[in-house]
C-alpha cells in the first residue's frame, strides 16, 4: 500500500524477519515491485539451516560436521550426536536470530535440551524440525556480504567478523576482519 501510494517501485525490507519471509518477497513479485533481497524462492530454499547445508554440501562447499539432515526422534539424534562427538549444537532447521539453538555437552545433557530446542522451534517458527552441528569451541563468525543485481552483476564487500556477539546475536562487525 505504501507503495502504491508513493508510486514507489521497490521496497528493502530491512534487516530481520521482513528480508528473510518468502511470503513477503512473494508479494513483493506479484505486485511488479523490486524486492531488494534473494527471490523468494531463494529465501524459501536457504531459510530451512538443514536443507541450505545440503545444498552447500551438493555445491561441494565445506561444512560443519553434523546430522545428514532433520533428526525426527530423540533417539535417533542422541546416535547421531553420539557419532559427530560432544559437545553438540541442536538447532531449530527454520531457526534464525540466534533463536532455536541449544547446547548439550553431553548424552546425559542431550535429552533435555533435545526437547527444550523441537519446543522453542515450535514456538517460534511453527516448525519443530532439528538438526545438528559440531560445537566448536573458541570460533571465528567471518561473513562475506554479496550483492547482485537482476543484469547477472555481482560484487563482494570483503569479509568482516562478526565474533563478538550475546546470545549469538551478532553484537559488533568489524571490517576488515582481523
Known amino acids: 500500500s505504501a507503495c502504491e501510494i ?3 517501485d521497490g521496497i ?28 523468494s524462492k531463494t529465501i524459501s530454499l536457504l531459510g530451512d539451516k538443514a536443507n541450505a547445508k545440503a545444498i552447500a554440501k551438493s555445491a561441494k562447499c565445506p561444512v560443519i560436521p553434523g546430522s545428514a539432515g532433520v533428526v525426527e526422534t530423540v533417539e535417533i539424534a542422541l546416535e547421531e550426536a553420539k557419532k559427530i562427538g560432544f559437545p553438540v549444537f541442536i538447532k531449530a532447521s527454520s531457526g534464525g536470530g540466534g533463536k532455536g539453538i541449544r547446547i548439550a555437552n553431553d ?12 519446543a522453542e522451534a515450535e514456538v517460534n ?10 560445537m566448536i569451541l573458541n570460533p571465528r563468525h567471518v561473513e562475506v556480504q554479496i550483492l547482485g543485481d537482476k543484469y547477472g552483476n555481482y560484487i563482494h564487500l570483503g569479509e568482516r567478523d562478526c565474533t563478538i556477539q550475546r546470545r549469538r546475536q551478532k553484537l559488533i562487525e568489524e571490517t576488515p576482519s582481523p
Open 12 to 39: 528493502h525490507p530491512g534487516y530481520g524477519f521482513l528480508s528473510e519471509n518468502p511470503n513477503f518477497a512473494s508479494i513483493c513479485e506479484s505486485c511488479r515491485l523490486t524486492f531488494i533481497g534473494p527471490s
Open 125 to 134: 517458527f511453527g516448525n519443530p524440525a532439528i538438526y545438528l552441528e559440531k
Open 107 to 118: 548424552a546425559t545433557d542431550f535429552v533435555r535440551q533435545f526437547v527444550a530446542a523441537k
Open 6 to 8: 508513493t508510486g514507489a
